[in-house]
């Protein structure tokens, strides 16, 4: 799976570089949010722009990602989905768990 | 068959490296349409999802990740209505069993099933021919 990272004001952005987010490919994700947060990072940021298409697996592991940043008293918040990509949020209502901002620049102001 | 449906009948071997295969098919078929006047790209986002839901139920679970086997897809599309079957040769399971998601509880997984059954009108489950086979339905027509 492509993933891109950035650091930024503490804050570990990172961003996937897929067109779908699937039952393929999300587990090198999720992986990369254990491994992120084991290493001691607090605040990561996952940026949706390149991602058209997301799954029930894809929504697992970014649910997945935020209990483990609980685990570690860190936070784990969203930026940049496509409109398809956040309807799915909705439909399974974790737009109401998930922090969403419409972009990254908006998301690092408010960690 | 009328001259406006569109039939599509695929197999391709129990591994998730083929679900964007699958989906592309079923979001290309969904843009052919000539007669819907729907949502076009949201009805391709559909069929493109529950498609990748149907065959990740089929690889993983019915099938066990067994990249041997073979899933097997069935889309037949008209103006008026949308079917899928996707049949695999697992040991099968209760559809009825299986409990919506409890939104107050963040767990992983369960989603799969709960998202056809929220896009899809009909949606069973059933022993065929010594296989399983998921059916899915939806009316094209009455939704646009």
Redesign the interface.
């Known amino acids: 799976m492509n993933l891109k990272t950035e650091e930024k004001n503490e804050i570990l952005i990172i961003f996937v570089k897929e067109e779908?987010l699937?039952?393929?490919n999300s587990n090198d994700l999720k992986g990369k949010m254990q491994e992120l947060f084991e290493q001691g990072k607090k605040n990561i940021l996952v940026d949706l722009t390149d991602v058209r298409?997301i799954?029930?697996?894809g929504?697992?592991?970014l649910?997945?990602g935020?209990?483990n940043a609980i685990s570690h008293q860190g936070s784990l918040k969203l930026a940049s989905l496509q409109p398809?990509v956040k309807s799915?949020f909705e439909?399974?209502?974790l737009h109401?768990?998930f922090e969403i901002f419409g972009s990254t620049a908006e998301a690092v102001e408010n960690f | 068959m009328d001259k406006n449906e569109i039939e599509v009948d695929i197999k391709v071997p129990n591994q998730t490296r083929y679900l964007s295969l699958i989906g592309r098919i079923g979001e290309d078929i969904a843009r052919e349409l000539d007669r819907f006047d729907g949502d076009r790209d949201m009805l391709a986002y559909h069929i493109n999802l529950v498609l990748t839901e149907a065959m990740v139920n089929a690889i993983k679970h019915a099938n066990a990740n067994d990249p041997d086997k073979m899933v097997h897809v069935y889309i037949n599309i008209t103006d008026q209505d949308l079917l899928i079957r996707v049949f695999d040769d697992g040991q099968g399971f209760n559809i009825n069993s299986i409990p919506p998601p409890d939104f107050d509880q963040l767990e992983d997984r369960g989603r799969g099933i709960f998202i056809i059954k929220q896009l899809m009108d009909t949606v069973k489950y059933e022993k065929i021919n010594g296989g399983n086979m998921l059916e899915m339905t939806k009316c094209l027509r009455c939704c646009a």
Request: proline share 0%; no cysteine; hydrophobic share 40%.
């Open positions: 779908r699937d039952a393929h298409f799954d029930s697996s929504l697992g592991a649910v997945s935020f209990k398809q799915m439909l399974t209502r109401r768990v």
